[in-house]
């Protein structure tokens, strides 16, 4: 298994040169990833355009996100294909089996990434005519070099952009990293800057089905709570992802219960930012899976099940059909 503290030290190291401000950013140009790209990578192969839409599943909740928050936040019809400007960090510490990331754009790989500042990141995005109202900073895990956040922002507000474009990041809750390496100063900045917000992702609704998805600690499970009560304590725009692949097994139904339990031990509501996410297959993922993957797969449906009966017990239907931007949720 990962050791997520070493690993995640190891990673940062050659994922950040705070001296210069520079992140290491991956290369999606020639990559396994690039295969399942509906448009060409841009930003000189360090960056891709990325379609999300409101897709509506027979078998599956449907996923918003980041869709009607970025909608509400500038204005748009919320039924429209948003398209967003993506960088992933070229690092990341847990290795889930499923990410339709190449692995080699995760390991801090100096031969499938270079270093970049966000200001020469901002510039290539500035140079595209059609650019989108979104920037994505993905990954990889982006909170393994916290910093890339606040430059950002720095270098948003430098081009006379703030306020004007949607900034939305990806966190896998893996680290302390946005407290160790970031002043209270820094950290009110990001929670203030206009039009941000992040999203989270719990990967998996008990620790077997963590470990399984993620090759870390299962004790690693319960940090994830800590983390992101904490970043929304610290007035952050917070939503969620959950993954529910895991090897079948009995006792799904107090996992699960017992996992909403600990959502809303964090906020009533966070339950009603939660999106699951639907595992499926991408090019780089087809030669990881395995039986026990495969399982995973079909079983997934039943966790769902469980799921959305929780939130049945749970929520009104009124509140289950809120639009997931209009859920309450500060403490």
């Given at each position: 298994m990962i050791d997520t503290e070493l690993y995640s030290m190891r990673l940062r190291e050659k994922a950040i040169i705070p001296s210069e401000r520079k992140i290491l950013i991956a290369r999606l140009a020639g990559s396994e990833q690039e295969k399942d790209l509906t448009t060409s990578v841009n930003c000189r192969g360090y960056g891709r355009i990325r379609h999300f839409r409101l897709k509506q599943h027979t078998d599956w909740s449907q996923d918003p996100l980041p869709i009607l928050p970025a909608a509400k936040a500038l204005n748009y019809t919320p039924d429209i294909?948003?398209?967003?400007?993506?960088?992933?960090?070229?690092?990341?510490?847990?290795?889930?089996?499923?990410?339709?990331?190449?692995?080699?754009?995760?390991s801090a790989d100096l031969?499938?990434?270079?270093?970049?500042t966000t200001d020469e990141l901002i510039g290539m995005y500035l140079e595209d005519q059609n650019r989108p109202d979104v920037i994505d900073l993905s990954g990889g895990q982006p909170d393994i070099v916290p910093e890339w956040l606040v430059w950002t922002m720095e270098?948003?507000?430098k081009n006379g952009l703030e306020g004007k474009i949607y900034l939305w990041s990806?966190?896998?809750?893996?680290t302390r990293y946005f407290?160790?390496?970031?002043t209270s100063e820094q950290r009110k900045f990001v929670a203030s800057f206009p039009k941000y917000a992040r999203v989270a992702c719990f990967k998996g609704y008990d620790e077997t089905s963590f470990s399984f998805n993620t090759l870390a600690q299962p004790k690693l499970f319960n940090q994830q709570f800590e983390v992101y009560r904490d970043l929304l304590k610290e007035g952050l725009d917070m939503y969620a992802y959950a993954t529910f692949t895991a090897p079948p097994h009995a006792g799904l139904l107090d996992s699960m219960?017992?996992?909403?339990?600990?959502?809303q031990e964090i906020h009533p509501n966070l339950p009603l930012r939660t999106v699951p996410l639907k595992v499926e297959a991408f090019t780089p993922t087809?030669?990881?899976?395995?039986?026990?993957?495969e399982e995973s797969i079909v079983f997934q449906h039943e966790v769902h099940t469980a799921w959305i009966e929780q939130l049945n017990k749970r929520f009104s239907e009124y509140e289950r059909n809120l639009p997931i931007c209009d859920v309450p949720m500060v403490l």
């Open positions: 294909v948003l398209r967003t400007q993506v960088f992933q960090n070229a690092a990341c510490n847990w290795r889930c089996w499923y990410c339709f990331v190449d692995f080699d754009r995760l031969r499938v990434s270079d270093y970049f270098s948003i507000k990806d966190d896998n809750l893996s407290w160790q390496y970031l219960e017992e996992f909403v339990d600990r959502l087809k030669r990881r899976v395995k039986a026990k993957q």
